[in-house]
């Protein structure tokens, strides 16, 4: 199993830009497929990024170009940077880790169902 905790919301200005840290513990991040997703008060969860043990990342439209999901797994870590945020990009922010497929992401990755693990969130608010 293992343990998800995120870190590095805030408030910004549109227009600005934050990074959002999640540190695994109790188990290699490397051998998970791990994601980013939000939640905005009245709305679904909506997945943004994920990122498999090779490296490679997919993103949502919505996100694509402005984030970049990353990962370090020396320090057992997964990041999102964002950049030119806006006030629609206000909402909870959770990582959240699949270990079903050795590493490899789900073809729906962007499904919260595909992933067993979550993190407590961390709040991202954008608004001048």
């Known amino acids: 199993q293992v343990q998800l905790v995120e870190s590095g919301g805030g408030s910004v200005h549109p227009g600005g830009s934050l990074r959002l840290s999640c540190a695994a513990s109790g188990s290699t991040q490397s051998s998970y497929c791990v994601a980013w997703f939000r939640q905005a008060p009245g709305k679904e969860r909506e997945g943004l990024a994920v990122i498999d043990k090779e490296g490679i990342a997919t993103y949502a439209d919505s996100v694509k170009g402005r984030f970049t999901i990353s990962k370090d797994n020396a320090k057992n870590t997964l990041y999102l940077q964002m950049h030119s945020l806006k006030p629609e990009d206000t909402a909870m922010y959770y990582c959240?880790?699949?270990?079903?497929?050795?590493?490899?992401?789900?073809?729906?990755?962007?499904?919260?169902?595909?992933?067993?693990?979550w993190g407590q969130g961390t709040q991202v608010t954008v608004s001048s």
């Open positions: 959240a880790a699949d270990d079903r497929r050795s590493g490899y992401c789900s073809p729906e990755w962007f499904g919260s169902y595909e992933y067993g693990y």
